[in-house]
Nanobody, 125 residues
């Protein structure tokens, strides 16, 4: 069983920055591909970013490319999302997710096995 806990969300003005963290309670954190998914009010969940087991590969949604950076620290069982140049359309609940198996050729459609409870990010204009 994997428990994921997000933190770092909040209210920020347009153009500001936030850093989300995801802490995982699991013995073998490095055996999971980790991702961030967000859901805005009235919309479906949307892929944001994903990072490979060792952190050597990443993939981003076009909408946040160049503004967000995903990273992980396997020694700390943690994953991060640095969000810069935030826009109102980035407002959403951000979820941390873990996948035991991943086809890297189609990571935006990855089926995650475990999810966190989510953290709210609100960007005010």
């Amino acid at each position: 069983q994997v428990q994921l806990v997000e933190s770092g969300g909040g209210l920020v003005q347009v153009g500001g920055s936030l850093r989300l963290s995801c802490a995982a309670s699991v013995r073998t954190f490095s055996s999971y591909v980790m991702g961030w998914v967000r859901q805005a009010p009235g919309k479906e969940r949307e892929f944001v970013a994903v990072i490979s087991w060792s952190g050597g590969r990443t993939h981003y949604a076009d909408s946040i490319q160049g503004r967000f950076t995903i990273s992980r620290d396997n020694a700390k069982n943690s994953m991060y999302l640095q969000m810069n140049s935030l826009k109102p359309e980035d407002t959403a609940v951000y979820y941390c997710a873990a996948a035991a198996r991943a086809n890297w050729s189609n990571v935006p459609a990855l089926n995650y096995d475990y999810w966190g409870q989510g953290t709210q990010v609100t960007v005010s204009s």
